[in-house]
C-alpha cells in the first residue's frame, strides 16, 4: 500500500494525465463498479443524526426507570435504550418489591412490545371486517358511539373491562365514565387467586400481606404456588430464597396439593392430597378433624399425616398460606388464615402492614359472568375492554363471546389480536408500557414510576391520552380535562409537582402515596360449583395456570412459549399430566392420547407422566390454544374449553371443580419437551447435603442416584430402555476407583493459570497476554460464577434474560422446520430434535420416589457453559475458532467456525449450540425475528449465522464495556462492578459473577463455601461454575422414636 | 509382482514359505495372447454398463441435489439430533475410508508378505481404494456447517498468519486423507504402466486414446532396464504404503479417542478400526469382484482358489474385531467408570439395541461361517457374506458415532437419533459417486493386472532354449519368468 501510493505521488505530473496513473484510476473504477454490480444486497445509507436528540450517543446505551405492566404486582424495571430502541429490560435495585430481579415474564416485556402481531394503528369494522384507519376518523366514531350511547340513556349500562393494574389510571378512568354517565370499570384479573384476596381481606383486612418467610421456621403451602403464579412471585420468591439461603434458621417447606407446582418441587416434603379435600387437611392441623378421618378424605396415609400435624404444631412461627382455585377456595383460604391467627403468626411471620397493593380493587369472574348474562339480556349497551381477554380466560362454558356478539358496539384498547379484540368494532390499539406514562403504587407508600423508553413502535395511542382527547372534544366532560394529555395530568397529581417527579424519575420509584385505602368490591350471587367429589368422572381435573404464559397473556411471545415449562420442561405444547403408575395402569407411555371428558366438553391431548401428581388426578396448564392471538399463540390446546363454570365463593373461576372421564384415544403425539433423563444416574451433577449435616460439617448424603430400582417414567420421550430397569448402585461423590480428594477450587488451577495448557512451557518469557505481568491484565483474571442451589428455584427467569442479552433465536415455531419433506412438523417441531439454543438451560433432576412415591426431592441446575480452564472443546477445534482467552474465559469466535461440531461432541456439559438454520436471515422461513422483533437485538452481540457453533459467553460484551469504561475512568474495575444478564435477574439471587482471582469480588468468598463442588470435576476440566448444593431439610425425628 | 509363477517345483527343492496353494495356478490360462485377449476384451462397453453408469449417475445426481438443499438450508435438514452431532455423514466417512483399507492391504502388505492369490484381485482392489477415498473424503466437507471454508482446515500461508489448530484430529484427517489419496492414487498408476502400454499398442485404437495412453504408459517400452526400475519403484511405494495402512485409520480412530466421550475414550481404537477396516475392505472387494468375474468371464483369472485365500483373511479379520469388540465390553466392566459402564449398558439393551445387534451378528457371527470350506468356496455364499460385512460395519460406524453421542455424561441431554431423507439421499450419492467412478474405471482400464498375470502364466516354449537353469545349477522344464520377479 504504501509504495503504491509513494509511486502515485511520483508519477503525478503538472502537464496532465499520465499513462500509468490513467490506467490505475480505470481499474480502480472498473473494480468499484465491478464489485458495486455484484452486491446482491440493496444498498442502504447509514446516516447520522444531524441534531442528535438529547441523551442520545450512538451506540451508548440509556437507562430509564420504569414499571412492569406483564401481572398485577407492579415491579420496578429500569429499560436499557440504544439509539431509541429499547433492548433489554433489568429489575430496579431501588424498588422495594423487586430489588433489581425480574422475572421470565418480565424480561419478555419486550416481545410484547415488538409484537410482530401487534395491531399497526387503528381499526374499525367496515362490512363485518376489520379495517385500517386513521386515528381521527376512529376517534371521531368513538365519540360519536359514546354519544349515541349516552343520548340513548344507555350510559348506565355501558362497561369497561380494563386488564388490572395498580396505581392512577383506575381512578382516572372511572372519573372519565362518571363524566359519560357509566359506571365504574371492572378491573380484571383471570390469573389472580381471587379466593385468596376475598379471605385476606376477611382476616387480615388487606388483599396481599406480605409473607415474611425469613422469621418463619414452618411453612405449609395448601396449594399455594407463590413462586409461579400466586401473588406477587417475585418479592415472594426473593423473601423465599434468602430465608432458605440462612441455614441457621431456613424453614421447613411442606407442600400440600395435588400437583407438584414449582413451588411443590421446592418444598421439602409433598403431601399429595386428593382434590378438594384440603379442608380436611387445614382442620386437622387446626385439630378439628382426626388424623385418621383425613387420612381418609385425602388418600395421604395417616402416619405421615400425623407426623405432619405433630410438626405443625411443634414449630412456632409457622406460615401457612392456601391456594390452588378448588370450589371450596375460600373457606380452606378462611381456614388456613384462622390457622395463621391461632399459632399467632399474623404480624410475625404475616404482615398485613407490609402488604402488596397490587391485587386491591379487583373484580372477580363472577361479576364478569353475570355481565355475560347481562349481555345475553341485551343489557349492555357499549362494550370497552382494555387489555383484558375474558373471551379467553373465562371458561368456554360461561359463554362470553357468544354474549359479546349482542353488544350493539365494543371498543377494544388492546394493542394485539386476541380473542375479545378480534370480536371488536372498532380497536384503538393502546401503547405498551414501555411507550407510556403512568404510575403504581405497588406497596402502601411507594410510587412506582412510568415512563416511556422510547417512541411507539406503531401507530399506537396511549389509551388514557384517547380518553382525555375524546372528553376534551364533549362539552359535558371538556371543563374537566384541562391538561393536554396524561402526563400533565400525572405531574399535576404528583407531590411536589414536575420538579419532584423529574428529581424521582431516575430513580424510577418515590415515596409517597397516590389512592386511598380501598375496600373490597362487593361480590355478586356467585355459581358455587358443587364439591367435586360429587362430579362424575374417573380423574380429579386439576387446571392451573401456566407459570409464564399465565392466563393467555403470554402466548405470543416466542420465548415464553420456547422457554421450557419450569416443572414439565414442556414448550409449545399443551400435555395432560399423570401420575406415571396411573397412565402405567391404563396403558399409557409419554405422549399417548387421551380423551379427557367433562361436562363442558372434552379435550384430546398427549399424556406426559410426572411422578408430582397425585395419583387419581389429571393437570393441564392453561393459557395456550388461541385461536386469534398471533401466529406464536396457536400452539397448543385451551382446556378452559372443557372447565364447567363453577366458582368459588369469592367469585373466581374454579379451575379444580370437576372430575373428567379420562379414556385412552389412540393415537400418538410426541412431547416437545428438552428433558433427557431425569435421572442423574449417580454422576452427581445436581447434590445436595442435609441441614443436619451441614451444621456438623459433616461431608452428608449425596449425588446421584438412590437406589433401587427407576420407575420407568423417568426419562423423556425416548429414554434409552437400558436406564429404565437399571439398578445403580448407591455412591459418593467420588467415581469408584478415584482416590478421595479435596474440592479443587480451579479457579486459579494451574492448568487455567496458563491458559496454554499443561504442554504451555513454564519458562517462556512469551506468554504474550496470558502472562499475568502483560500490561493489559487480562491474565490476571480468572471470570466465575457460584450458583448456589439452595437458592436456586427453577424459575428460569435466567433463562429469558440470556434469550434478551444474546439475541437467541426461538426455534419452536411450526414454520421453522425444514421446507422439503420435513419429518416432523407442528409447534416445536425443532425441539424435538433438541435443537432450542438456550444458553442457559435448567436441569430438573429427581431423586428417590423411584417407588412412584411422593417421596421424592427435585433439583434445580442452571447449566450453561462452564469455561473450563482446561477446557475439552478447545484443543479439538480444528480452525481455533474456540479458544482460551488470557482472563480465563472460553471464547467463541463465530467468525472463524467452520461447524465441525466436534467441541460440542467433546462438552461434557453439552452448552454449545449449533445453528442448524438460518435464524437470523429474514429471507428465511426461520428467521425468528420477524419486524419488529428484530428491534429487540443487542447490537453488542452478533446475531450467529447458518452453519455455526454458539454458547454462553459469560456477557462478554458487558465485561468488556465494565472494563472498557474503567478504563476511560482510569481506575481499576470494582468488586461487584456489573454482571451478567443471567445473575442479574436472577431472583433468588442465586447466581454470582465475578473475577475469582480478586478476593474482593464475592464470587471469590462464596467458592470457598463449604458446600462447593464442580460438575464433572473427575474430568479434569477446571471449571469456572462452582455449584453449591442444595440444602435439604428433612422430616424432624420426632422425640421418642429415635 | 507376481512371485508365484511356476508349477510346484520338484519335491526335493527347498519350498519358499509363504507360497500360498492358490497362488501358482491359473491352469485355464494358456499364453499371453490368451490374456491380452481376455482382459483386454472386458473393457468393450455394453448396454449393461450403460444402464448401470446411469444408475451409478443417478443416484450421484441424488445425493448432489440433497446437498445443493443441505448446503442453502443449513444442516438441519439433515436428521442431527444434539448432542447427536455427528450422524450418518461421518459414519459414512469412515465406512468408505476403512473400505479403501482393504485395497491397500492387499496391493502392498500381500505383496510384500509375497501372498500370491493377490495377483488377480490387487487393480481392482486398488481402484476401490482410491475412488472409496475419494468419496470418503468428500463428507468431511459434507458435514460441516459451512462447507464453502473447508480450507481453513489446511494449513496454507495467509495473510493472519491464522493457522490451523494442530491439537485437533480433524487436522490430522486433512492431512492423513490427503497423504492416503496421493499414495495410493500413485500406487495405482504406477501399477497400470505397463498394462496402459499393452492398450497403447492395441490395433485399432482410436488416435486420441492412442495419444492418452502414451502419454500415461510414459513411454513404455518393455526393456530390462524399464522393468528392473519399475519394480524397484513398486517395491518402494509398496513399502511406503504399508505403513499407511495402519497409520490412516487410527488417525481416523482419533477423532473418537482423543475424545472424552464415553465409548469414544478408549485405546483400543486404532488398532480395532485398522482391523475393521481391512475387514470391510475385504468385504467390499467381494461384493465387486464376485460379479465382475462372472459379467466379465473372468473366473479362471479370479479363481475360487483366489476367493478362498481371501475369504481366509476376512475371517481372521472378522475375529479381531470381534476380539476388539469383547474387550471393550471388557474394559467398560472392568474401568468402574459409571459414565462408561451405563453407556455399555445402553448399546446393547438400550435403544439402540437394534443397532448393535445387527452390528455382532453381521460382523462376528455370520463370518464365522467361513471357518466351513465349503462355504468358503462358494462364490455366491462369499457375496452375500460381503454384503451383510458391508451392513455390519455401516452399523459399527453408527453404533460407535450415535449412541455414544447420544448417552453423554449429561443425562438431562440424552436423545434420539433418526436421519432425514437427505441423510438417505446424500448416503446414495455416496454409492452413485464410488460407482460412477468404477463403472468409467472398468471400461477404460484392465481390471486385472495383465503384466503380472503374464507373469505367472508359462510364456511359450522357446526351441533356442529349452530350459533354465537355477543358481544351483538344476535345470529347469520351462524358462523362468525373470521379469519382475524381485529384481
Keep these: 500500500m504504501s509504495s503504491d501510493s509513494e509511486q502515485t505521488t511520483v508519477t503525478v505530473a503538472p502537464n496532465g494525465v499520465k499513462r500509468r496513473e490513467f490506467l490505475k484510476v480505470l481499474g480502480v473504477s472498473t473494480a468499484a463498479t465491478t464489485m458495486l454490480g455484484c452486491a446482491s444486497e440493496k444498498v442502504e445509507k447509514l446516516i447520522p443524526y444531524l441534531v442528535s436528540p438529547d441523551e442520545t450517543v450512538p451506540g451508548v446505551s440509556t437507562y430509564y426507570a420504569t414499571t412492569c405492566r406483564e401481572c398485577s404486582a407492579g415491579c420496578g424495571v429500569i429499560a436499557e435504550t440504544r439509539d431509541g430502541r429499547t433492548i433489554k429490560l433489568e429489575g430496579n435495585p431501588d424498588h422495594p418489591l423487586n430489588r433489581g430481579a425480574l422475572c421470565a415474564r418480565g424480561q419478555a416485556a419486550l416481545q410484547g412490545l415488538y409484537n410482530p402481531d401487534r395491531y399497526r394503528g387503528p381499526m374499525a369494522r367496515k362490512n363485518g371486517k376489520l379495517e385500517r384507519v386513521s386515528w381521527d376518523e376512529a376517534l371521531q366514531i368513538f365519540a360519536q358511539k359514546l354519544g349515541e350511547t349516552r343520548s340513548r340513556g344507555g350510559a348506565g349500562n355501558a362497561v369497561f373491562i380494563n386488564q388490572h393494574e395498580s396505581g392512577s389510571f383506575p381512578g382516572f378512568l372511572d372519573a372519565w365514565l362518571a363524566g359519560f354517565g357509566m359506571p365504574a370499570h371492572l378491573s380484571y384479573d383471570a390469573g389472580a387467586d381471587h379466593a385468596v384476596i376475598a379471605a385476606n381481606r376477611q382476616s387480615y383486612g388487606v388483599a396481599w400481606p406480605k409473607l415474611d418467610f425469613r422469621a418463619a421456621r414452618l411453612v405449609v403451602s395448601i396449594g399455594a404456588d407463590f413462586l409461579d403464579t400466586w401473588g406477587a412471585m417475585v418479592p415472594q420468591q426473593l423473601d423465599f430464597a434468602d430465608a432458605r439461603a440462612n441455614h441457621e434458621t431456613a424453614p421447613r417447606f411442606i407442600y400440600v396439593g395435588p400437583r407438584r407446582s414449582l413451588t411443590g418441587l421446592n418444598a421439602d416434603q409433598w403431601i399429595d392430597c386428593r382434590p378438594g379435600s384440603e379442608m380436611a387437611i387445614v382442620r386437622m392441623l387446626a385439630g378439628q378433624m382426626p388424623v385418621d378421618g383425613a387420612a381418609q378424605a385425602t388418600g395421604v396415609s395417616a402416619a405421615t399425616l400425623d407426623a405432619f400435624a405433630r410438626e405443625f404444631a411443634a414449630t412456632t412461627p409457622s406460615i401457612v398460606v392456601a391456594g390452588g382455585g378448588g370450589a371450596d377456595g375460600l373457606e380452606v383460604a378462611l381456614a388456613a388464615n384462622a390457622l395463621n391467627q391461632s399459632k399467632g403468626n399474623v404480624g410475625s411471620t404475616i404482615k398485613p402492614g407490609e402488604g402488596y397493593l397490587g391485587f386491591d380493587r379487583m373484580a372477580s369472574p363472577a361479576e364478569l359472568r353475570s355481565l355475560v348474562a347481562r349481555m345475553n339480556a341485551g343489557g349492555v349497551s357499549l362494550l370497552m375492554v382494555r387489555g383484558a381477554n375474558p373471551a379467553f380466560t373465562l371458561p368456554k362454558a360461561s359463554g362470553f363471546a357468544q354474549a359479546m356478539a349482542k353488544v350493539p358496539f365494543k371498543v377494544s384498547f388492546s394493542s394485539y389480536p386476541d380473542e375479545t379484540t378480534e370480536a371488536a368494532d372498532l380497536i384503538l390499539p393502546d401503547h405498551h408500557s414501555l411507550e407510556q406514562w403512568g404510575d403504581a403504587e405497588p406497596v402502601r407508600g411507594t410510587i412506582s414510576l412510568q415512563q416511556p423508553a422510547m417512541d411507539p413502535v406503531f401507530d399506537t395511542r396511549a389509551t388514557s391520552d384517547v380518553l382525555i382527547s375524546v372528553a376534551q372534544k364533549d362539552p359535558a366532560s371538556a371543563a374537566r380535562y384541562p391538561n393536554p394529555d396524561y402526563r400533565t395530568w400525572l405531574i399535576n397529581r404528583f407531590p411536589g409537582g414536575a420538579t419532584a417527579l423529574n428529581a424521582a424519575l431516575p430513580r424510577g420509584v418515590a415515596a409517597g402515596s397516590l389512592n386511598e385505602p380501598t375496600t373490597a368490591r362487593p361480590v355478586p350471587a356467585v355459581q358455587a360449583g358443587a364439591p367435586i367429589a360429587q362430579s362424575s368422572g374417573n380423574m380429579y381435573l386439576v387446571l392451573y395456570p401456566h407459570p409464564f404464559i399465565g392466563d393467555g397473556r403470554g402466548a405470543n411471545k416466542p420465548w415464553l412459549q420456547e422457554i421450557p415449562d419450569p416443572v414439565t420442561k414442556i414448550c409449545w405444547q399443551t400435555v395432560a399430566e399423570m401420575h406415571p403408575a396411573t397412565a402405567e395402569s391404563m396403558g399409557l407411555a409419554n405422549g399417548d392420547l387421551v380423551d379427557i371428558k367433562t361436562a363442558a366438553g372434552s379435550l384430546t391431548l398427549p399424556v406426559l407422566r410426572y411422578p408430582g401428581m397425585q395419583r387419581e388426578t389429571i393437570a393441564i396448564a392453561t393459557g395456550r390454544g388461541h385461536t386469534n392471538s398471533g401466529r406464536y399463540a396457536k400452539s397448543g390446546f385451551n382446556p378452559l374449553e372443557i372447565l364447567p363454570a363453577a366458582e368459588d365463593r369469592a367469585g373466581g373461576i374454579a379451575f379444580v371443580s370437576t372430575k373428567a372421564n379420562v379414556t385412552k384415544a389412540g393415537g400418538y403425539a410426541h412431547i416437545v419437551t428438552t428433558e433427557g433423563s431425569a435421572r442423574q444416574h449417580g454422576r452427581g451433577i445436581a447434590r445436595a447435603i442435609a441441614i443436619a449435616d451441614l451444621k456438623a460439617d459433616r461431608p452428608g448424603y449425596d449425588s446421584g442416584n438412590a437406589h433401587g430400582s427407576e420407575i420407568a417414567q423417568q426419562g423423556g420421550p425416548e429414554t434409552p430402555r437400558g436406564e429404565q430397569h437399571e439398578g445403580a448402585a448407591a455412591h459418593g461423590e467420588e467415581m469408584p476407583g478415584d482416590a478421595p480428594h479435596e474440592f479443587l477450587p480451579g479457579l486459579r488451577s494451574p492448568v487455567a493459570n496458563d491458559a496454554q495448557g499443561e504442554q504451555g512451557d513454564q519458562r517462556s518469557n512469551h506468554k504474550g497476554m496470558y502472562d499475568p505481568n502483560h500490561w493489559s491484565g487480562m491474565g490476571k483474571r480468572r471470570w466465575a460464577m457460584t450458583i448456589d442451589l439452595s437458592r436456586c428455584t427453577g424459575c428460569a427467569a435466567c433463562v429469558s434474560a440470556c434469550y434478551a442479552e444474546n439475541n437467541i433465536p426461538t426455534v419452536g415455531a411450526d414454520w421453522q422446520v425444514p421446507q422439503i419433506l420435513p419429518d416432523r412438523t407442528g409447534f416445536g417441531a425443532n425441539i424435538l430434535r433438541s435443537r432450542e439454543m438456550a444458553w442457559i438451560r435448567i436441569e430438573r433432576y429427581y431423586e428417590g420416589g423411584e417407588d412412584g412415591s411422593a417421596n421424592f426431592d427435585a433439583r434445580f441446575v442452571p447449566m450453561m457453559c462452564q469455561h473450563c480452564g482446561n477446557a475439552p472443546c478447545e484443543p479439538v477445534c480444528p480452525v481455533y475458532a474456540t479458544y482460551h482467552a488470557p482472563d480465563g474465559l472460553n471464547v467463541q469466535v463465530y467468525n472463524r467456525c467452520v461447524g465441525t461440531r466436534y467441541c460440542s461432541n467433546n462438552c461434557p456439559y453439552k452448552v454449545r449450540y449449533f445453528n442448524w438454520f438460518g435464524y437470523g436471515e429474514p429471507a428465511r422461513p426461520q428467521y425468528a425475528f420477524p419486524e419488529p422483533l428484530n428491534w429487540q437485538l443487542n447490537p453488542d452481540v452478533t446475531v450467529r449465522g447458518k452453519g455455526v457453533m454458539e454458547k454462553c459467553s459469560f456477557c462478554v460484551q458487558r465485561i468488556r464495556e465494565a472494563e472498557n469504561l474503567a478504563t476511560l475512568e482510569k481506575r481499576p474495575l470494582k468488586p461487584d462492578e456489573f454482571t451478567t444478564a443471567c445473575a442479574a435477574s436472577c431472583p433468588s439471587r442465586a447466581i454470582v459473577f465475578g473475577d475469582a482471582a480478586d478476593d474482593n469480588w464475592s464470587v471469590t468468598q462464596l467458592a470457598k463455601d463449604a458446600r462447593a463442588y464442580h460438575v464433572f470435576e473427575e474430568l479434569n476440566t477446571y471449571t469456572a461454575v462452582v455449584y453449591l448444593k442444595k440444602v435439604n431439610h428433612p422430616a424432624p425425628v420426632p422425640a421418642g422414636r429415635a | ?487
Excluded at chain 2, 6 to 30: H, T, W
Excluded at chain 2, 176 to 186: D, E, Q, V
Excluded at chain 2, 311 to 339: D, I, P
Excluded at chain 2, 404 to 419: A, D, G, I, K, V
Aim: proline fraction near 7%.
Design chain 2, 1 to 487: 509382482m507376481a512371485i508365484a509363477s511356476r508349477p510346484l517345483p520338484p519335491r526335493d527343492e527347498p519350498r519358499r514359505p509363504n507360497l500360498a496353494r492358490a497362488d501358482i495356478q491359473l491352469p485355464a490360462v494358456r499364453d499371453y495372447e490368451q490374456v491380452d485377449r481376455e482382459i483386454v476384451g472386458t473393457l468393450r462397453p455394453t448396454l449393461y454398463w450403460f444402464i448401470g453408469l446411469g444408475v451409478a449417475v443417478f443416484f450421484l445426481l441424488i445425493g448432489i441435489s440433497a446437498w445443493m438443499y443441505q448446503i442453502y438450508t443449513g444442516l438441519g435438514v439433515a436428521g442431527y439430533n444434539p448432542p447427536v452431532m455427528w450422524g450418518v455423514y461421518i459414519i459414512t466417512f469412515v465406512f468408505w475410508i476403512g473400505i479403501g483399507h482393504a485395497g491397500t492391504l492387499i496391493s502392498a502388505i500381500l505383496y510384500l508378505f509375497r501372498a500370491g492369490f493377490r495377483t488377480t484381485i490387487y487393480r481392482c482392489a486398488e481402484a476401490m481404494t482410491v475412488f472409496a477415498v475419494m468419496t470418503a473424503a468428500l463428507f468431511p466437507i459434507l458435514h460441516l456447517g459451512r462447507p464453502w471454508k473447508f480450507f481453513w482446515l489446511i494449513p496454507y500461508p495467509n495473510w493472519r498468519y491464522i493457522w490451523p489448530q494442530f491439537k485437533s484430529p480433524l487436522v490430522w484427517d486433512v492431512f492423513a486423507i490427503l497423504t492416503y489419496f496421493t499414495i495410493s492414487s500413485t500406487f495405482l498408476f504406477i501399477g497400470l504402466i505397463p498394462d496402459i502400454a499393452v492398450l497403447r499398442d492395441r490395433e485399432n485404437i482410436s488416435p486420441i486414446r492412442k495419444r492418452v495412453f502414451s502419454v500415461l504408459s510414459l513411454g513404455w517400452r518393455n526393456t530390462d532396464s524399464e522393468w528392473r526400475h519399475f519394480a524397484r519403484a513398486y517395491l518402494f511405494l509398496a513399502a511406503f504404503s504399508t505403513p499407511l495402512v495402519l497409520s490412516v485409520h487410527s488417525v481416523v480412530s482419533f477423532d473418537f479417542a482423543m475424545a472424552l466421550t464415553p465409548g469414544w475414550h478408549t485405546t483400543i481404537f486404532p488398532p480395532y478400526f485398522v482391523a475393521g477396516a481391512i475387514f470391510s475392505g475385504m468385504g467390499m472387494v467381494f461384493t465387486i469382484i464376485i460379479p465382475l468375474r462372472k459379467w466379465f468371464g473372468l473366473r479362471h483369472y479370479v479363481t475360487i482358489n483366489h476367493l478362498d485365500a481371501a475369504a481366509k483373511l476376512c475371517l481372521f479379520t472378522s475375529l479381531v474385531v470381534g476380539c476388539a469388540y469383547m474387550s471393550e465390553w471388557f474394559v467398560a466392566w472392568y474401568s468402574g467408570n459409571e459414565a462408561e459402564q451405563q453407556f455399555f449398558a445402553n448399546r446393547i439393551w438400550g435403544q439402540w439395541w437394534w443397532a448393535s445387534a445387527i452390528l455382532y451378528t453381521c460382523n462376528m457371527v455370520l463370518p464365522l461361517t467361513l471357518f466351513v470350506q465349503k462355504l468358503r468356496r462358494s462364490a455366491a455364499w462369499l457375496f452375500i457374506i460381503s454384503f451383510t460385512i458391508n451392513i455390519g460395519m455401516w452399523f459399527e460406524r453408527f453404533v460407535i458415532v450415535v449412541p455414544s453421542l447420544s448417552h453423554e455424561f449429561e443425562p438431562w441431554q440424552w436423545t434420539s437419533y433418526r436421519p432425514t431423507w437427505v441423510d438417505y439421499a446424500i448416503l446414495c450419492g455416496s454409492f452413485g459417486w464410488f460407482s460412477m467412478w468404477f463403472m468409467l474405471f472398468i471400461k477404460q482400464l484392465p481390471v486385472i493386472a495383465i503384466a503380472e498375470v503374464k507373469e505367472i502364466v508359462p510364456p511359450k516354449l522357446k526351441t533356442a532354449h529349452a530350459h533354465g537353469v537355477d543358481p544351483s545349477g538344476r535345470h529347469f522344464e520351462f524358462e523362468p519368468d525373470t521379469p519382475g520377479e524381485f529384481a
